[in-house]
């Protein structure tokens, strides 16, 4: 099982959608590295759901229940897509500062590329995301 931190604007699809909808199509993506690690999952995987705007947060974990698959609405081959469902909202949003200031992140692509709406996240740094959420004061 592969980990991963999903990126979306909460003013067009935010955690609260994904609740209310139940599942959902991740689509939109269009950055040739963010398709690669996108076509790089797999049905089964997990993924944090992360508010980039004024939040810039991690706040929820999603799984992933389709492998990849072209986009339905694109007539782009390399255009990709996976469904996924929400699994469980996290204790306490781990904000872009908490990640910050941490050491374990240092190296981490999220932060040299902060553009990429698509990043995979090493088991150890999902591990500290999911212990600062449940230690956050």
Known sequence: MSLWL??????????DNLIRDKKTVWDG?????????LRAMKKGDLAFIYHTGDQRAAVGI??????????????????????????????HQVTLSDIKADPTFTDWVFLRIGRLSVVPVPEKMWKRIESLSEDHP
């Open 29 to 37: 993506i269009s950055n040739a590295l963010a398709l690669k690690h």
């Open 6 to 15: 999903l990126k979306t604007e909460p003013d067009s699809y935010s955690w």
């Open 62 to 91: 999603a799984e992933i229940t389709s492998d990849p698959y072209q986009d339905p609405n694109s007539d782009d081959e390399h255009r990709v897509v996976v469904d996924l469902r929400p699994k469980r909202r996290l204790a």
